[in-house]
C-alpha cells in the first residue's frame, strides 16, 4: 500500500512539474529508489508518450552529476543532503517519510533496541553516513538515545554501491 502511493505521489508530481520539459527529461535519485523511480518513468512514459532518462547512483555521485550536466530535471533524495550540496532547487516536493528499523538475522533476540548492547550481538552494520542518508540516520539515532557509547566498537561502517 505504501510502495503504490509513492509511485502514484511521485509520478503526480512528475506530470506536474514537467509540463515545461522538452520531451526527453532526465530524472535522478540514489541508488536504493532505482525500483520505483524505474515503475514511475514506464508509467510516465505510457501517459504522456515522453521519454525519461533516468540516471541512479550514490547522492555525491548524483550531485555531482546535478552541478555538471545542467540536464537533470528532476532529483529524489533527502532534503538536508540537497540543503548542503550547494544546489539551487527551483522548488522541493515532499514524497515520503522514512522509517528506521532494527533488523536482525534469525536466532538472535533483542527485544528491544537496548538489547543491541548485549554480548550476543558482536557486529552492528549500517551505511556509511557520508554516503547513505540511512546512515546518518542510524548514528545520529544511536548518539541520540546515548547507545553510541555501548556500541561503538560493534558497528561497521558499510560502503553502499548501487
Known sequence: MKRKLLVSLLL???LATTESFAAEITI?????YKRPV?????LYEKKT????????GNMGQIISQVNMSGAVSVVLGDRNFFDLSGLEFVEYQPVGQGELVLAYRKGLKPGSIEGITG??????GLPDSDKAIYGEAATEFLQNSALIKNVREK????????
Do not use: M
Not at 28 to 32: C, P, T, Y
Not at 119 to 124: A, G, L, Q
Not at 155 to 162: M, N, R, V
Open 119 to 124: 554480548k550476543d550481538i558482536t557486529r552492528i
Open 28 to 32: 535522478a535519485s540514489g541508488a536504493g
Open 49 to 56: 508518450g515522453n521519454r525519461i532518462a533516468a540516471v541512479f
Open 155 to 162: 558497528l561497521l561502517k558499510l560502503s553502499i554501491t548501487p
Open 38 to 42: 524505474l515503475e514511475i518513468t514506464s
Open 12 to 14: 503526480s508530481l512528475l
